[in-house]
């Protein structure tokens, strides 16, 4: 079992109601793995759980980074949240657990 | 002109360290100091500060920057730029100059930069529609707060050229900030898009000070993420050139790093499309930018591009929007979680039982559920705090809450203890809105010179 976390390192940001979280490969081989296999979909399956929404994914090739834009990560935005972590700094530590799969399984 | 200036982040949000900019400072090692300290919802604060204190309403820790940074910034040549005036350009300038005589430099001049501040435009066009929730502005006009246009470079740009050398603003756009004294001293015209992109990146990656020089990012389990002297990470410094070459480091001597890893970070730290962060002064294309190792603690940046700036302003709509009441106790040994589960239902059970409603409630378990709710891992703390949180438009249920919860040293399950002060605060909401850019009419004010 690999999770994010072994390939990569991450950063959340805020705007508004928006979370952006930047996941950086730390070597090539961990840019092809997460560039494949680290879908939107999986992010947004993950988020759900805190009541996200759609996940947008921009990929960096050049800087081997995937951006993702998580709408309604923030219970409400900065200003109105309840959460002790009104800014989502910490949902960079949610989206480094997220497991990928393993590569001997995948379609071809 | 200048063949090339040397930025300094001396700040990177309201509440941040300063020593890093007075390391700076007296090492001449910036031609202008950048102090970038206005969240979201800041003016708002400040707006509330200044109704009760015509002199108060810019950044609490103006003066203990002034006093650390002015001297040697003013020994050194240095120029300071900050929106640390906040709902007060003016009086932040006046309390500078104030300072700046106090410490015998007499001669240091002030430019306090206005216009941002549109409410009057806001209240007359009841229809303007409010980005986020698609509502009219009128539903939130009789308890706005503040309405502010993020300013651009330009705005700066009108400060530097009174040649003071402090130039205080409200609302910038933070990329801005830097922007705006790049162009001054390389003589940049607003047109130039190129160059406007490198001094946009630059801004952007300044803009939160040390997130780009490991602050945000050391993680003990992962020796690529270890960050070295992180009790004095030093600030970061950009060197842009009249071409727009672009080169970021950071003061000698101090901890922390800043390499291609740390820069990624910040790149695209509150991004959404990095082919379109607009910006007040263009539209930055990050899609083919490269950070490339030039020594140690030394990034080259290339490639950033830009589109012209979008014809209208963005403005944040402050407004008062209820209360937030919340309380927190712990528990700890054999059954803690258990027992803060059922202190968090009698704490709700007693609300309801008192007659209270609120907009919305949130039960946390510091220490499992606290920072990622339902998604968090399985686990089994040893102690664990139970902390509530409402809001409510009723600041007696707002209240309520975190008296019940400190109720629970004596009226709940066993063992409860670490009781909260119990608190309430008012709750600033804040959306968006666009105004054509001749809404804006920038105004700039000097004081001080006096020797």
Redesign the interface.
Known sequence: MIRVHDLAHARAGDKGNTSNIVVVAYDADGWTRLERDLTAARVEATFAQLGAGAVTRYALPRLHALNFVIQDALSGGVARSLAIDPHGKSLSALLLTIELPDQETQEP | MRRSVRIGAGAGFADDRIEPALAMAEAAAVDVLVFECLA??TIAREVLARRKDPDAGFNPFLRARMETVLKPCAQHGIRIVSNMGGANPVGAARATVEIAQAHGLGGVRCAAVTGDEVTRHIRDRPGLMLM?SGEPVEAVLPDMVSANAYLGADAVIAGLRTGAEVVLTGRVADPSLFLGPAMHALGWCEHDLPRLAQGTVMGHLLECAA?LTGG??A?P??P??YVPGMDDIGAPIATIAADGSLEITKLPGTGGRLD??TA????????????AYVTPDCVLD??????IETGPDRVAVT?ARANPAPEMLKVLV?YA?GF?G?GEVGYAGIGAVERARLAAQVVQDRLRRRGFAYD???V?L?GCT??????S?ASDPYEVRL?I???TSDRKAAAAVGFEVRAMHVNGPTGGGGGSVPSVRD????Q?VLVPRHVVQIGVTVLGGAS
């Open positions: 979201e919802r986020e997130q945000c990012f993680d389990l992962r690529e993420k291609r890893r990624t970070e910040q790149l695209l730290y509150e991004v959404h499309d990095p082919a990050l899609s083919e930018v490269d950070l490639g402050a929007d937030i919340e919305e409630m949130r946390d510091i606290s920072l990622h709710g339902a998604a891992g902390r949180a409402a809001r709750v600033m909401a804040i968006s």
